[in-house]
């Protein structure tokens, strides 16, 4: 399942990226209203959920229901969501030139990201790389464990360890590191 939503959330990255380049301005502002219209929800279910609760208390079992039956709570969310709706519709507001150039700069951006897809694959390779080396970890870090007399001799066990774990992953990182700058 893991691996099969690992591909699944890379294909939705890559339809996203390639949608960014011709609808980059419908996506940016449906974002930011569907941004507005979640905190709007928000504030109204508090309202709501407010006006519904009696004054007199009730029987919780845990902390968490203790707070869900208390006014108060939905008064104080609904009074964060509502600030929260406030400084960002000011925010909108008077940044609407920037938003706009922040939206061409993501047109150019993805313009250049289509002419260079491997550099999408970049985290996909350091990631399987980076399980390569945990197994490899992790097989090391057993064997050592696993012998009697390393057990007894905690200096020698920590130089093995050093020696046959810690450095060769930190070489390997650099490494692979200085190979995809030098080769892509």
């Given amino acids: ?9 890379l294909l939705l990255c890559l339809i996203y990226i390639f949608l960014m380049r011709f609808l980059v301005g419908v996506i940016v502002w449906l974002t930011i209203f569907l941004v507005f219209g ?3 929800f928000g504030i109204g279910w508090s309202y709501a959920k407010y006006k519904e609760l009696n004054d007199e208390p009730m029987t919780a079992t845990t902390l968490l229901e203790s707070f869900t039956y208390q006014k108060k709570t939905y008064l104080a969310l609904g009074i964060i969501l ?3 709706f406030l ?3 000011v925010v909108v507001i008077f940044l609407r030139k920037r938003i706009q150039i922040a939206i061409e700069l993501i047109k150019e951006a993805s313009r250049a990201i289509s002419n260079m897809w491997f550099a999408l694959l970049f985290p996909i390779v350091t990631f399987v790389l980076l399980v390569l080396v945990i197994v490899w970890f992790v097989a090391v870090a057993l064997y050592p464990s696993s012998l009697l007399f390393l057990a007894n001799n905690l200096q020698m066990s920590l130089s093995i360890y050093f020696l046959f774990v810690v450095l060769p992953v930190y070489k390997f990182h650099c490494l692979s590191v200085t ?3 030098k080769y892509f």
């Fill in 1 to 9: 399942y893991l691996l099969g939503g690992l591909f699944v959330i």
């Fill in 38 to 40: 979640l905190l709007i």
């Fill in 82 to 84: 509502l600030i929260i």
């Fill in 87 to 89: 400084i960002l519709l």
């Fill in 179 to 181: 190979l995809f700058f």
